[in-house]
């Protein structure tokens, strides 16, 4: 990884490969991001009664901050809405919708000084979405909702693209996750004991990069990226989205970033929808999938 392209006008295919080497880009708000993004606003907005939501958390007891965005959260992933608007912005990013698949947008929140970090609103540990039953292929969207700042963004760990770093991904696997864990976030206030795989030796979190856009500012990385929450000690709580993507032709190929360490078993394949008529993925290659992961992997 060496190089952050902004604003670049290459073609889809192009800026695929580049973020299978490591490569990370950035956008500046457009049209269909900023769409989006004033979506999440109104719906945020009105979860949070006229508060201002990037404050709010100083003014309300954790558990009554926890529930609210414990249904914010799934009107925001669920609604048809939302699913619209990620069409409007891979088309305008210049994504083929009918070989593009992509997952529900989420919404996250980073509290700052450490009022709310688990469950609903997990501070993220470094890891790499790879850990978590996610393809090779798969590109992360990342857009704040709101400005952020150095100290509520996330970071980068760019050394370990290339390096290796013992894990716990061998213990996981996507379908038992979903049936044993993936409900039960909005209960864990201050600790969160969902065995989420993690590195399991000291890592090295500098060098370490945190790019800075505006809201509605569009960051994409390889799902192989290392990345965490940064601490937030910046007084206002973090809004922002992500999603994710696949090409059905890298599906296809298996082609993607290079497997460096991880282990896990299970795919996120049947996630992604079609950008057209939201149909899922070929239930055969999802099928491939499945079982290559079964297969012992040994990382390259
Ligand atoms: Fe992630």
């Not at 457009?30 to 009664?49: K, V």
């Not at 090295?204 to 790019?211: F, M, V």
């Not at 239930?283 to 499945?290: F, N, P, S």
Request: a negative charge; proline letters at 7%; charged letters at 20%.
């Amino acid at each position: 990884m060496n190089t952050v392209y902004f604003d670049s006008s290459v073609s889809d295919q192009i800026r695929r490969e580049r973020l299978y080497n490591g490569q990370l880009y950035v956008f500046s708000p457009c049209h269909s991001s900023m769409a989006l993004c004033n979506f999440a606003r109104t719906l945020i907005e009105d979860a949070f009664q006229g508060r201002d939501p990037r404050t709010a958390q100083h003014g309300m007891p954790v558990d009554e901050y926890a529930a609210i965005l414990a249904k914010l959260k799934p009107d925001f992933i669920h609604h048809a809405k939302s699913k619209d608007l990620i069409k409007n912005l891979l088309s305008e990013l210049r994504c083929d919708l009918d070989q593009t698949y992509f997952d529900v947008p989420r919404m996250r929140s980073s509290t700052s000084g450490g009022y709310l970090t688990a469950g609903i609103a997990y501070a993220w540990h470094p890891h790499r979405d790879t850990w978590y039953s996610a393809p090779a292929c798969q590109i992360n969207w990342w857009i704040p909702i709101y400005d952020i700042e150095s100290d509520n963004a996330m970071a980068f760990h760019p050394k370990y693209w290339t390096e290796r770093v013992p894990n716990s991904s061998a213990g996981y696997n996507y379908a038992e996750w979903n049936k044993h864990h993936r409900a039960n976030a909005a209960q864990y206030l201050t600790e969160d004991p969902r065995p989420l795989p993690r590195a399991v030796q000291p890592i090295e979190l500098e060098p370490q990069l945190r790019l800075i856009c505006p809201a509605g500012g569009i960051i994409l990385f390889s799902g192989a990226q290392m990345h965490s929450s940064v601490p937030n000690t910046s007084g206002l709580t973090r809004f922002s989205i992500d999603f994710r993507t696949v090409h059905l032709e890298d599906v296809r190929a298996f082609h993607g970033a290079p497997n460096v360490d991880w282990e896990c078993t299970g795919t996120t394949m049947n996630d992604y929808l079609r950008g057209t008529d939201l149909s899922h993925i070929p239930a055969d290659m999802v099928g491939m999938y499945e079982e290559r992961s079964t297969r012992s992997q040994k990382p390259v």
